[in-house]
């Protein structure tokens, strides 16, 4: 079945590029830009969206697996990012000369 018809994208075209990008890494999180872009394509008029996504939610391969080290990694907490003593106020983090 076609899915995105600006595109020519079938729901096979979406099952197999998400099965790939599964076996590439299995950690990865599957959006519809990554397999837009893993077909070599691009959303044109985004009427496809509601269907497209509907057909990745019903593709085995969408949903990240659980491993234990996966679940390590999780267990670290986030460092605090914001700055200290005014340093870090410039803008991105670049010098004022830059």
């Not at 899915?3 to 590029?17: E, W």
């Not at 837009?36 to 939610?57: E, N, S």
């Amino acid at each position: 079945m076609i899915v995105c018809q600006c595109t020519g994208i079938s729901d096979q075209d979406i099952r197999a590029a998400a099965d790939w990008m599964r076996r590439a890494d299995p950690e990865t999180i599957i959006t519809p830009g990554k397999i837009y872009h893993a077909l070599g394509k691009r959303a044109d008029c985004g009427g496809c969206m509601p269907l497209f996504l509907d057909t990745m939610r019903h593709c085995a391969s969408l949903e990240v697996p659980t491993t234990p080290a996966i679940a390590a990694r999780s267990r670290h907490p986030i460092p605090n990012l914001r700055p200290r003593n005014g340093e870090g106020r410039h803008n991105e983090g670049r010098s004022q000369g830059y």
